[in-house]
């Protein structure tokens, strides 16, 4: 059965129709001085998606021709279903929450990009890579591979994943492809320019590698400093290559609090209601090279726009004054993920994680909601994606 959230917020949002929308807004006002924080919190994102989506329907298109995903279990729509891997989620009870069930999406319901994809105003999900064919390309694809990394050797111990430099190749294929179908390289540079890219890795360069030290042998060649600086000049190689293939609107997705994670407190052991401070650190230096390095990008190439999304800082503050109630483990339970047909928890709403390194729905909706238009100065840097997508 689907969750009460899921079914009436915010996957209708996109179902409600214009004429319905002064009565929506009437109840919105009403409710609000009644609400609780957490209920102000989620009538304002669904306003978000509902006036955004409202908006969709007069101009009768998405607001871009295109959306292309690349990243992380974070992103991941399904592309590491067929590959022999620990890192996959195409099992119950991921899914539980999702209109279509276990897809091979590591969380209960839709992925912070599903509902960057739904503000765009795509009607569908964007393809993953393993499923896209024939003309789904043109409304772009889905490259993200649990246990993926910068690194080409990041998440090696837990089996097959598809790293950014395979997805940057898998682009490019992609890319020959829409040259085909509209008939030539400088078609399908004009269709590029238009889309929306996003791009959120770097967490497994952290928790599948360089805080594994019996498994790699980074956390002895780097300090933490050292580590996010060779982490960034391989990213900006990275995104170089995805410049020179078209790629000119491109918001890049900064770390979470993954010292928060439940693993993280299971394997450190902090104290009680505090985090991993060391990691936090450690994903601070790389998060604050990223956001310089966008500053960079800019300026080298003034025929596109790169920003940065504050994932660690719109993620940070009392989870519990949100609405919130468990903070330090997983939904599903299990220290390795879901186990195949576990119960989760009923309260999913409340839960921050899904298992112990995912977010949950919930918390998805939120971080989406703010990557595309920011609530505060400090959520992005220098645009929000709404800004980005109408350049």
């Not at 002064?22 to 304002?44: D, E, G, R, V």
């Not at 590591?106 to 999900?125: A, K, Q, W, Y």
């Not at 993953?128 to 024939?134: D, L, P």
């Not at 729905?361 to 959520?379: F, G, H, I, Q, W």
Request: charged residues 15%; hydrophobic residues 40%; aromatic residues 10%.
């Amino acid at each position: 059965m689907v969750d009460n959230f899921t079914h009436s917020y915010p996957q209708t949002a996109s179902f409600i129709p214009r004429l319905i929308l002064p009565s929506i807004l009437q109840q919105y006002t009403l409710s609000l001085s009644m609400a609780s924080t957490h209920q102000k919190i989620w009538w304002s994102v669904f306003l978000t998606l509902l006036l955004s989506n409202c908006q969709h329907e007069v101009d009768g298109a998405p607001q871009v021709p295109c959306y292309f995903i690349f990243g992380d279990s974070l992103s991941d729509s399904g592309n590491n279903n067929l590959l022999v891997t620990k890192a996959k989620a195409n099992f119950k009870p991921y899914g539980i929450d999702f209109p279509l069930g276990p897809t091979g999406r590591f969380t209960n319901g839709r992925t912070i990009v599903d509902f960057i994809s739904e503000l765009l105003g795509f009607h569908g999900f964007i393809p993953s890579f393993v499923t896209a064919t024939g003309k789904d390309v043109l409304q772009g694809v889905n490259y993200a591979s649990g246990a993926a990394g910068i690194r080409d050797e990041t998440g090696q111990h837990l089996g097959d994943r598809i790293t950014l430099t395979r997805q940057l190749i898998n682009y490019q294929l992609t890319v020959a492809q829409i040259a085909t179908l509209l008939g030539g390289a400088a078609a399908a540079a004009d269709q590029l320019s238009k889309c929306v890219f996003t791009v959120g890795i770097g967490s497994n360069d952290y928790i599948n590698n360089y805080f594994l030290p019996n498994l790699y042998p980074t956390n002895k060649e780097f300090t933490p400093e050292q580590y996010a600086t060779a982490l960034i000049a391989q990213y900006s190689l990275q995104l170089k290559t995805l410049h020179v293939f078209g790629a000119r609107k491109v918001a890049l997705f900064g770390l979470g609090l993954i010292g928060c994670a439940p693993a993280e407190l299971a394997a450190f052991s902090p104290p009680k209601g505090t985090c991993v401070d060391n990691i936090n650190s450690a994903v601070q230096l790389f998060n604050d090279k990223l956001k310089s390095l966008v500053n960079d990008l800019n300026t080298e190439f003034t025929d596109s726009k790169f920003t940065y999304i504050n994932i660690y800082g719109i993620g940070s503050g009392d989870p519990k004054a949100a609405g919130f109630k468990v903070t330090d483990s997983g939904c599903c339970g299990g220290r390795t993920g879901c186990a195949p047909s576990a119960t989760p928890c009923s309260n999913r709403r409340e839960y921050v994680f899904f298992d112990e390194f995912h977010p949950t729905e919930a918390v998805n909706v939120n971080l989406a909601a703010r990557a595309y238009k920011s609530s505060t100065p400090s959520d992005v840097s220098p645009i929000d994606i709404h800004t980005l997508a109408h350049l």
